[in-house]
Structure formats: structure tokens, C-alpha cells
């Protein structure tokens, strides 16, 4: 069985969940669909996640909040009379946001995640009566009764180990399973949300549940490009990746997926595709264990900004056992995580994301780094730009490295790091933010040559 | 003034030192001039200063001692006979010796240091009765009458920073001081030795002392060469080097210097120079604060063996506030020190040195870490040679890299770990050793190459 979720976009008016409903009608092995809330039918438009936390502040700061939820009522009522749908199933809606702003909650970050999540958990049940209403037999599942158990986390719940085995009992159901993302609950009952992004991973979770022999996440692009369009012209899509070379690549800035939002499915060892719902034929990217070898060695290239470097040297460090254990230990004392640390003979870097620190904090870790450590020199590099090339086997392929560096080089882009070593799949270089868009598009000419026709 | 420093080779029999006096003469500047032991005559030899370690060991386990001793004594006579010089000065070593054997020291280690250090102090001696007989007025100085003060690390002593404005006072005595290397005394009166190569570290220490205007170090070579020449045939000599440079380098596996001999030359700013006492009319290699910039980029290239790489994986280990802190505790609690820490996503590799750690130890490590940081997975890479490219203004010069990876990528040689962005002057690139020789070969022809004539 396969197990298909839906964004935002694919679920933001009837017209949409035609498409959606043809989707489903096209594969008798598409038996359980995951489905987001409404997202924006135009640019201008507001999804109803935002809504709902628009909704969710108010309420809790007792302001008038009519407008909102006449807002959020409107766009379920809309898509409703789009597929002509017995209103009975915008009763109960309405009837759901009555309660949830009635309801005491254990505090405001408990109600913020249920406000959330009524956006998916209404959205999957008037998309299981459109489904009914088109002959296809649907069942709408709520993640309580289907066990998704999750960790106390409000707004970045976990999910729990146990989770998998209850939801294997979803096989049973004969109809069509519509499941709403984003959330589960704890062991005390409590509704949580995942962190943004969450629909992806409850998908992912599902999929690995019921051992579906594929997990289809259904987006508004053809596929996965192997740069971002943003900074390179129509860009190659990528035909196959690798669970490995996903992670990477969401990790350095690839705004499809959520750095962590597939990992359930790969966990599980469930194949991932990618596909469009406004071209379903398309073949989209495959994302599996592992991938032919005689493929291309770099599937892509990616870049993230917002990075700070912070330079320490002193005379001796590598002979000062524990020294580069302080460093980090100060660097924990502010709760700052770190992303690399290159390091001379006489000095390293800790490379991290500026937005963990104010100003204050910085001059306060320049302060205790100096002193503490009795350095000859700390200072901080701003605006580090992290440019990553990512591909199977890479290290074990001589030049991939040379091809980049010569590029870079001849676009007379310097290089403040190159880390390379412990990723077997990507080698990461360090640039300043001003080069970023420049160095994505010499890398990718230089590994993706255009072929001219 | 200028301070001249003589290696064992220079001072090994008559005919060198009859070298040694006429550089002196060359230069009425040339004021202070420190000496090691008398070192190797030919490739059969032995050097003193190992004899006397031996004579040492002899003396501390109640063996026979007499021929050790007999040989020692022999290297002096030696000398004494072919420079002709009165034999007053043997009856004196010949008592050191006596009173040396019969001395009950604080421990062995401090015995074996005076042992070690009588080879410096006896052949000052006799430079400097060569020098008088020879018409230069000189005197024999000893580093306690001097007050170079060291700390209490036998083997291993530090100097201490009141030793340099003691020293200062060396200026104003009239003749051309003899100096003897390698050794000098803690608060306490006791006499401590340098590490090994620690010749070049008084010399170093003396100069800074006395401010002088120069440094001169007289070795067997005409200049430092570009890269090893045992692995490149022929190597270009360096005509200037930066004080940074020369500390990688001399890291990097150059055999040239000591780590850290120079090390006290540079804190004061006295340049340095790297003469040949065989061929006293060579430039040598300069080592300043600073060198013209219009010069070649790369300096030198040096490779270092015997490293190895320890990889931890785990998924989401940045996410984890203090995993790096917790993998350096781990080494810090088994007394390891780390060279680099090249770090992906979701792992990272500790490269350090492999003769820190005994089989047990290793297995014990990376069960450690394998159970306490609840990794992946913990592996080891042996094997591990470091490459280095040395070279002012390195990461400022875009393309060196790209020349560098280019190079070995047309050779096959597969980089385990590049790392670059921390030291200026240098990029540091892992591969395994069996690639060792050729690594350096190809990037000497790469930024050396040689021109036909």
C-alpha cells in the first residue's frame, strides 16, 4: 500500500482537491492520504495555519477575535460550496472552533497547538465526506485513536518509538484512511504539534507505520532541483537521491522538505517520491536507501546564510590537553550549538548560527573566550555564508573537490573554510554571505554543464 | 650584536670548529655563540650527547660504565689534539665526569639531564680555550651565572620569563661569549634540559636576551628547502620565510627546527637566519616578522605520518547542546590530545596523533564513545598522513586551493580530509599515507615548477 500527503497548496480550494481526488482515484494502492490545512489559493492569500494563530493570540489575550475565525470559517465554507457538500460537515466545523475557544487549556502553548491543529483535523474530515460524496469510501482517522504518541513538547512534539507498532492496525481498515498531519498526542492525552513543517512528518510516520511499500508527498514543483531556482536559472530536476544526500541537502538550505521531516520514512527504509499535484504524471524525485552508481557523482548544491565565525588562537593550543573541550564548554554555557570547528595549529574557528545570539550575548562570549582561556587573539567573523556539494561517494571520487575550488577560484570567490572529512557525502565551504548567489551558479555550471538543444 | 648558534654537526672535530673560528673572525658582531655537543664526524658515528644518555642509564643501574665513559672522553681528546690545545682543559672535562658519576642527584631524571647537558657544557669549554689560543679573546658562560631560569620539568624545561633581562647583562662583557646550549637551571638551582633539538632554543632564548640585531643558526644545510628532500628531488630553497610560516612548517613534519625552538627568537622579533657552516658565504633562509608580499604565495610544502581518524556519527548530534563538548571530555579523560576536528551534519572525525594510544586504549576509546555518547556509529581510520601547504596570505590568494586539489586529483591521490579556515598561512589536506611521497611531489611540481635551463 501507499501511503500520499498533501501541502498546502494541493488543499487550498476545490479545485485543488480534484486533483487530489483524481490523484487517488488513479491508484487503488493509495490507501491512506495525509493531508495539511488549507494554504494559499494566491500570493496574497493567508494560509489557515496563520489564521489559527492569529486566532489562538487572540483568544488567549482575550482580544475580539470574530474576525479572524469568521476568516478561517470562510475558507472551509468556500471549498465546501466549491464541491457542494452537505453543510452538515461545516457544522460541525464551526461547531469544533465554538469548543476550542471555550476550552480552559493546560496553558497558552497547549491551546497554541490546538488551534494549530484543527486547521489539518478539519481539513481531513471534509476532505473524507468530499471523498464519500465522490463514491470513493472514505474514513477519517484521528491520530489519538491511531495511537501517534508523541513527546511533551508543545510546538516541537516527538514522536514516540511505540507509535509505529499502533499504527500498523491502520492496514485493517478497508476504506480510504484520510489523516490529518502536524500533530499527535502524549501519553497524558495532550494534542501537541510537530515543528513547522509537521504535516511532512506525520507522512512520513504514517508511511513507516504501515510499512507502505512507497510514501508519495505531493508538492507544487515537477521535483527536487538540484539548485535553488531562486539563485540559477531552471535548474536540472533530480531524478534520484539518496536518504543521505536529502538530509544534507535540506539541511544547507533546501526549502522543500524540513531538515527532519522525512527521516521517519527513512528510518523505515520506506522509498520516498516526490511529485506535483498539479502534474501528477510527472516522475517527480525518488528519494531511497540508495541510488545507481553510474549516476552523476554531485546531485546537488545548496547554500545557507545567517553563519558567524568565531576565530580563537593561541600559542600552543594543540599541546594544552582539554583545550578545544573548554572552548566548547563556554560555548555550552550559552546554549549555543555549533556547526563546525576548523582548526590550525595555533587557532580554530567555531563556525554557528548568528540568531542564536544577541549582541549582548556575543560581547559577553568574546569576553569569557579571551579571558577564560587566556587566548592571544578571539575575534568574529560575520556574515559566513555555508555552501554545501552533495553526492554519494563524493570523497571516494578524486577531482570533485579540485572542479569546485577551480570554479570558485575563477569567479574570484574566496574561500574562508573548506570543510571536508567526515561526510563522506558533501564537502562544505565557507564564503562570504555577499558571493552566495555568484557561487551557486559557477558550481552548478561547472557540474552541470548546460547542453545546448 | 648578533648571536650564532652551532648544531653538533658543526662542532663534531678540529676541523669544523677551525670553521666555526673563522666565521666568528668574519663578523666582529657575531658577540655570543651558542654550542651543542659535538655531534656525528660521519654517518657511522655516534653522537655525545646519545653516548652520555647511555653513560646515564649505565650509572643509574650500578652496570659497568667505563668504556661508555672511555668513549666519551676519547671525542674530547680528540679535538683537543687536533686543535692542539693545552691538555689542562681534558683534566677538567676528565673531572666533570669524575664528580658527574659521584653526584647523588635528586632522581634519575634530574641525573639524567646533567649527564646530558655536560656534553654542551664541557665542549663550551673547550671553544672557548680554542678561541683564546687562536687570539679571540673569549669566555665560557654558564646559563646559571647568566641566569637563564627554567621550569622544574626535567627533560622538558621551559624557560621563564625573567631569564631575558638577566640575560640582558651578557652585553657588557668584552669578550666573545661561549655559550652552551641545550640546558638551564630552576629557581632552586637545579639543572633542567630542554627537549630534544633545545640547542637551538638557547640560542633563540640567548638572542631575544641580549636583544640582538640578528640570530644566526649554523646547520649542514645551505637553506631550508621548499619541500623534503628526501621525497623531492633537488628542492628549491626558501630565501624568506615568516615566523608563522616556519611554525607550520617545522609543525608539519619539517625536520629543520623544532616545534617551538625558534619560538623565543620570534616572541622578541630578532630575525633569524639559516646559515651552512660549510658554506658560511650561502644567504640561507631569512625568517622575519614579515616578507615581501610579491613573493611566491606557497613557502613550503611538509607532510607529517601517523595520524589517525576517529569518526562518530550520530543523527542530529548539532542539535545536541554540548555533544562536541562531550566528545572532547571523553579524549581529555584518556590524556589525548586532537590536531583537528573536521565535522559533517550529523558526524564528525577527531584526527590525532596514533603514538599517543596503545591498542588497549584505542578499543577502550571507542567503546567510550560509543556507548556513552549513545553514537551511530564509531569507527577508525588509520593511516592518516597530513599534507600541508605553507604560505603567507594563502586564504586571501583565491586559487591555491584549486591548484593544490588539482594537482593531487590528476594524480589519484583521494583527499580524506581537507581543512582550511582557521590559519592564515596554511590548508591542510589528510590522505593516507602510502600517497605520501607522491602528494608532495605532484604539488611541489604544481607551485615549484621548474624551469629548463
Not at 65 to 86: C, F, G, N, S
Not at 406 to 431: P, R
Request: glycine share 6%.
Amino acid at each position: 500500500m501507499k501511503v500520499i500527503k498533501f501541502g498546502g497548496s494541493s488543499l487550498a480550494n476545490g479545485t485543488q482537491l480534484k486533483k487530489v481526488l483524481q490523484i487517488v482515484k488513479d491508484d487503488a494502492d493509495r490507501r491512506v492520504v495525509v493531508v495539511s490545512a488549507p494554504g494559499k489559493r494566491n500570493d496574497s492569500d493567508e494560509k489557515v495555519t496563520d489564521l489559527l494563530i492569529q486566532l489562538a493570540n487572540e483568544v488567549n489575550q482575550k482580544e475580539d477575535y470574530h474576525i479572524t475565525l469568521a476568516k478561517i470559517l470562510k475558507r472551509y465554507q468556500d471549498i465546501v460550496d466549491e464541491l457542494q457538500l452537505d453543510n452538515s460537515i461545516m457544522e460541525e466545523i464551526s461547531k469544533n472552533y465554538a469548543d476550542l475557544i471555550q476550552t480552559q487549556f493546560k496553558d497558552e502553548w497547549y491551546a497554541m497547538d490546538a488551534f494549530k491543529a484543527s486547521g489539518e483535523d478539519n481539513n481531513a474530515k471534509l476532505i473524507a465526506a468530499f471523498f464519500n460524496k465522490e463514491g470513493i469510501p472514505a474514513k477519517y482517522v484521528n491520530p489519538k485513536d491511531a495511537g501517534l504518541l508523541v513527546s511533551d513538547n508543545p510546538g516541537n512534539a516527538r514522536v514516540l518509538p511505540e507509535t509505529y507498532k499502533n499504527l500498523y492496525a491502520l492496514r485493517d481498515i478497508k476504506e480510504v484512511i484520510v489523516f490529518p498531519g502536524f500533530f499527535g498526542y502524549t501519553k497524558e492525552g495532550e494534542l501537541l504539534t510537530f515543528s513547522r513543517g509537521g504535516s511532512d512528518i506525520s507522512g512520513a510516520i504514517v508511511a513507516n507505520g504501515v510499512r507502505a511499500n512507497l510514501y508519495e508527498n505531493f508538492t507544487d514543483v515537477d521535483a527536487i532541483y538540484v539548485a535553488n531556482p531562486k539563485l540559477v536559472k531552471h535548474p536540472k530536476k533530480i531524478a534520484h537521491l539518496t536518504y543521505r544526500e536529502m538530509r544534507e541537502l535540506s539541511y544547507s538550505g533546501f526549502s522543500v522538505f524540513h531538515d527532519e521531516a522525512l527521516q521517519p520514512a527513512f528510518s523505515g527504509g520506506i522509498p520516498v517520491v516526490v511529485k506535483n499535484t498539479n502534474n501528477p504524471s510527472a516522475p517527480g524525485t525518488s528519494i531511497t536507501k540508495s541510488r545507481p552508481a553510474n549516476e552523476h557523482i554531485v546531485s546537488g548544491i545548496a547554500s545557507s546564510t545567517g553563519f558567524i565565525g568565531i576565530y580563537i588562537s593561541k600559542y600552543l593550543m594543540n599541546r594544552e590537553i582539554g583545550f578545544g573541550r573548554r572552548v566548547l564548554q563556554i560555548f555550552e554555557d550559552f546554549g549555543l550549538n555549533f556547526e563546525h570547528m576548523p582548526s590550525g595549529i595555533d587557532d580554530l574557528s567555531i563556525i554557528l548560527r548568528e540568531d542564536q545570539m544577541t549582541m549582548q550575548q556575543e560581547q559577553e562570549l568574546l569576553y569569557r573566550l579571551k579571558t577564560e582561556l587566556d587566548a592571544d587573539d578571539v575575534s568574529i567573523k560575520p556574515n559566513l555564508c555555508l555552501l554545501m556539494i552533495v553526492g554519494e561517494g563524493m570523497v571516494s571520487s578524486v577531482g570533485t573537490v579540485a572542479k569546485a575550488c577551480t570554479a570558485l577560484a575563477e569567479a574570484d570567490i574566496n574561500l574562508e573554510m573548506i570543510n571536508q572529512g567526515s561526510s563522506e557525502v558533501s564537502v562544505m565551504f565557507g564564503i562570504d554571505e555577499k558571493d552566495e548567489a555568484r557561487a551557486v551558479k559557477v558550481l552548478y555550471d561547472a557540474f552541470f554543464p548546460r547542453t545546448n538543444k
